[in-house]
């Protein structure tokens, strides 16, 4: 457990607070963890919803319609929460599912407790205020998403991505988190599609690339 506190401690949710403080929050929050091997779902669609953190490992936040193809929301590393607005909205279903792309370990805590005012007058406020930024950091890219999807033609969507991730690295030259399939879900394309627009784009001198690293 002195482990875990110490390293829950640089974690966005845990920022600023002091061992005891994050020991008294994992109790207050009845925490425990568990271990998932890769291609494992944490939660399916349609399950109730938890609210959970990735200690380690990486998860993917994907979308299934009912012929299996997949979309993929989000990609999360250590330190990241999932689950908690629908945990938290009270939703009685996820709508969503959530994947281990890799051996995973993750935190969860009763996200019901969060309603009950016993509960929150023992926390502290720190933990709260950082829960609404990293709510509040989510929805900034959840809109950043929409606008990529919110072109009309697979270039667009193209150049909406790859600007906004030369605009985070601040260079023109950069790594994207996403391999050829994870792009193509994420923007919600096809990926042989995707691939034949990627060498256009190139042999239009729009863009250099090799694997995930672009110019």
């Known amino acids: 457990m002195k482990n875990l506190i110490a390293s829950l401690a640089s974690f966005p949710l845990f920022e600023g607070l002091t061992e005891p403080q994050i020991h008294q929050a994992l109790e207050s929050f009845h925490a425990y963890t568990r271990r998932y091997p890769k291609g494992a779902y944490l939660m399916s669609c349609g399950q109730p919803p938890q609210f959970g953190l990735v200690l380690e490992g ?7 319609d009912f012929w299996g193809h997949r979309s993929l929301l989000a990609r999360l590393g250590p330190g990241a929460l999932f ?6 909205s009270a939703a009685p279903a996820l709508p969503v599912s959530v994947l281990a792309d890799s051996d995973v370990e993750a935190l969860f805590l009763q996200a019901d407790l969060f309603r009950q005012a016993d509960t929150l007058s023992a926390c502290p406020l720190t933990l709260v205020t950082n829960l609404l930024h990293i709510l ?3 929805n900034q890219m959840l809109t950043q998403k ?3 999807l919110s072109k009309r033609s697979l270039r667009a969507k193209l150049l909406s991505y790859l600007s906004e991730q030369a605009r985070l690295a601040h260079s023109p030259t950069f790594v994207i988190p996403l391999n050829r399939q994870q792009l193509a879900d994420y923007l919600c394309v096809d990926r042989s599609a995707l ?3 990627l060498g256009k784009m190139r042999r239009d001198g729009l863009l250099l690339f090799s694997k995930s690293r672009f110019t």
């Open 146 to 148: 929409i606008e990529h």
């Open 58 to 64: 990486e998860l993917h936040i994907v979308k299934e």
């Open 195 to 197: 691939s034949s627009e």
């Open 83 to 88: 689950g908690e607005s629908f945990s938290l």
């Open 136 to 138: 509040a950091k989510k």
